[in-house]
């Protein structure tokens, strides 16, 4: 019972950045997103990669390394779409 | 070793969130956040914790209930600060 809540858990965890990659692609606009959240959340998931690594744990791996793609990907689009002030 | 990154990691992505609830408050206005990315990871954290009381971990229960309150607070704002269309 409690794997499938942690399979589970993880995979929305995991998955949570998706729409909002999805939202900036769409509108091309980042004004109200936190660069600080996004790259405090990658350094995190990162970590957490080098984690499940030293542990051979292939879900920590595998979940982080999707959050770590996700996450980097939203953090160029960031630079790419915000405004020069 | 390995317990530090955990731990590291852990702070990390628990906090991350805490830096566009500060912006979204310090704004007020939410137009580029996406409300599925805060419910999804809301009901991932939730679910965390969940997991974290059956296996009686604390770390993984105090961690994700701090998220949950940052994500709730979160949501909270994001629908008393959306502009009504």
């Known amino acids: ?31 109200n997103i936190s660069p600080m959240m996004i790259t405090i ?7 957490w990669v080098v984690y499940g690594v030293i542990l051979k744990e292939w879900p920590i791996i595998l979940s982080n390394a999707f959050s770590v793609l996700v996450n980097a990907t939203l953090l160029i689009f960031y630079f790419f779409f915000r405004k020069r002030t």
Chains 1, 2 share one sequence.
Request: charged share 20%; glycine share 8%.
């Open 1 to 31: 019972m409690e794997i499938v809540i942690g399979i589970v858990a993880g995979i929305l965890t995991s998955i949570s950045m998706v729409p909002q990659l999805i939202k900036v692609i769409k509108e091309k606009d980042v004004e």
């Open 41 to 47: 959340l990658l350094v995190g998931v990162s970590m």
